[in-house]
């Protein structure tokens, strides 16, 4: 081995993974992805929306809940999918994103206007009338807890366990009651705590 293969080996071993060094039998890192939401205005043209990456939104999880006890999110990611075209007849702005850390599935507050996303943790801004998918990379940091798998999304906000946050859309001077975007979710968790 020469010396420039040597580092780079070194190199990728330093990097820092959510995963687990070594997997114990009674854990498993598991994938699932769903299809979270059609994003439809509102009479008033606008788009709010809330939407959290817990394991409670997929099909497995009650099998989930049969074989573990606790959860951790690795990763997220939601992809959008425009389906207005730019066209004449349908409104078109830009749609604004961004986490919220303090919100869970059932514990949230729709914004209501750009003010209320613009400031959150990576935040971006896509326009509404895009005719290639969005890819949002959820972020998930490594110093996050397990949490109860049964209290994935709690009614009190746990920003350092579990499936921590929601991501939060909103855009306004939009057609009203036109659906502008099919929203599909792809996350990954670390499941541990055999039942």
């Known amino acids: 081995m020469d010396r420039k293969t040597s580092?780079?080996?070194v190199k990728r071993r330093k990097q820092k993974s959510n995963l687990p060094k070594r997997m114990p039998l009674n854990e498993l890192v598991v994938s699932s992805a769903w299809s979270e939401i059609d994003m439809t205005t509102g009479t008033s043209g606008t788009l709010s929306f809330s939407i959290a990456p817990t394991i409670q939104n997929t099909t497995e999880y009650s099998t989930f809940t049969?074989?573990?006890s606790e959860v951790k999110l690795l990763s997220a990611q939601y992809t959008f999918f425009a389906v207005q075209a730019n066209s004449t007849?349908?409104?078109h702005s830009k749609m604004t994103m961004g986490e919220d850390?303090?919100?869970t599935a059932v514990t949230y507050a729709l914004p209501s206007a750009y003010s209320a996303v613009i400031n959150l943790r990576?935040?971006?801004s896509i326009n509404t009338w895009r005719n290639a998918p969005f890819v949002y990379n959820y972020r998930v940091y490594g110093s996050i807890e397990h949490s109860a798998i049964t209290q994935d999304s709690p009614s009190t906000p746990t920003p350092y366990a579990g499936s921590p946050g929601a991501l939060v859309i909103f855009a306004d001077d939009l057609s009203v009651t036109t659906t502008y975007f099919r929203v599909n979710a792809k996350a990954v968790w670390h499941l541990r705590g055999r039942v």
Do not use: E, G, I, P
Request: aromatic residues 14%; positive net charge; charged residues 20%.
């Open 7 to 9: 580092k780079k080996s």
């Open 66 to 68: 049969s074989l573990f």
């Open 89 to 91: 007849t349908t409104l």
């Open 101 to 103: 850390m303090n919100f």
């Open 122 to 124: 990576n935040c971006r």
